[in-house]
């Protein structure tokens, strides 16, 4: 079984342009999550997706971060325009139903370095 | 609010001895307790979780885990440490009452087994 794809694996840009991220998830898996990972800490919450639908993105800046999952299955995060404080790992995972025993398998990663 | 503490920035462990990370969660309810591990640069990877049932569970890569209600701990064991055992170790905990199933993570622990 495939597992979480995403791409790129490393961006390198400058302050003020746009980014934006992939992630394929795992098939058959209803519920998507976007993490934020900086260095020396744990993954922060961004957004969650139940199918097509935003359930929980009250994490995410939404000045300069969104993000969309057409058709329920791959999902886009963007950044617009990024920040020297952006720099950091984007972590996208994906889970088989909610629930919250359910376990949440992670993508390699966007490594994001804002020059 | 739910959080979760790892009381160890780095634990180094010799190989063949046994290995401890340890783990302490605040939550409200019984939690639901996942171990995670980070090789660099890839995603993370899913150890073990507590959910209900016997207090010690048994995951990927011989590692377990004990849950410890009084103690509100979780650590994470492996009774002969291997030199690619060393990595980040993540715990992360979520709280039953919590409908959206929120994962806090703990600030990870680095493993350094050393031949």
């Known amino acids: 079984e495939a597992g979480v794809v995403q791409s790129p694996r490393y961006k390198i840009i400058e302050k003020k342009q746009p980014v934006a991220f992939w992630c394929n998830p795992i098939s058959g898996h209803n519920t998507l999550y976007w993490y934020l990972q900086n260095l020396g800490q744990g993954p922060e919450l961004l957004i969650r997706y139940e199918n097509e639908e935003a359930v929980d993105d009250s994490q995410l800046p939404k000045?300069?971060?969104?993000?969309?999952?057409?058709?329920?299955?791959?999902?886009?995060?963007?950044?617009?325009?990024?920040?020297?404080?952006?720099?950091?790992?984007?972590?996208?995972?994906?889970?088989?139903?909610?629930?919250?025993?359910?376990?949440?398998?992670?993508?390699?990663?966007?490594?994001?370095?804002?020059? | 609010a739910q959080s979760v503490a790892q009381p160890e920035d780095q634990v180094n462990v010799a190989e063949g001895n046994p290995l401890t990370v340890k783990c302490t969660y605040s939550v409200s309810g019984n939690p639901y307790l996942f171990w995670y591990v980070q090789y660099p640069n890839r995603g993370l990877q899913?150890?073990?979780?507590?959910?209900?049932?016997?207090?010690?569970?048994?995951?990927?890569?011989?590692?377990?885990?004990?849950?410890?209600?009084?103690?509100?701990?979780?650590?994470?064991?492996?009774?002969?440490?291997?030199?690619?055992?060393?990595?980040?170790?993540?715990?992360?905990?979520?709280?039953?009452?919590?409908?959206?199933?929120?994962?806090?993570?703990?600030?990870?622990?680095?493993?350094?087994?050393?031949?």
């Open chain 2, 46 to 115: 899913f150890l073990l979780k507590y959910i209900t049932g016997d207090n010690l569970v048994k995951g990927s890569y011989g590692f377990e885990a004990e849950f410890n209600k009084s103690q509100t701990s979780f650590h994470l064991k492996k009774p002969s440490a291997l030199v690619s055992d060393s990595a980040l170790y993540f715990c992360a905990v979520r709280s039953p009452t919590d409908s959206w199933g929120k994962f806090q993570f703990g600030a990870g622990t680095q493993v350094v087994v050393t031949p």
């Open chain 1, 63 to 115: 000045d300069r971060f969104s993000a969309e999952r057409l058709k329920g299955v791959d999902s886009t995060l963007k950044i617009q325009p990024a920040e020297l404080g952006d720099s950091a790992v984007y972590l996208c995972a994906s889970s088989l139903v909610a629930g919250v025993s359910d376990t949440q398998y992670f993508g390699p990663g966007t490594r994001l370095t804002v020059l």
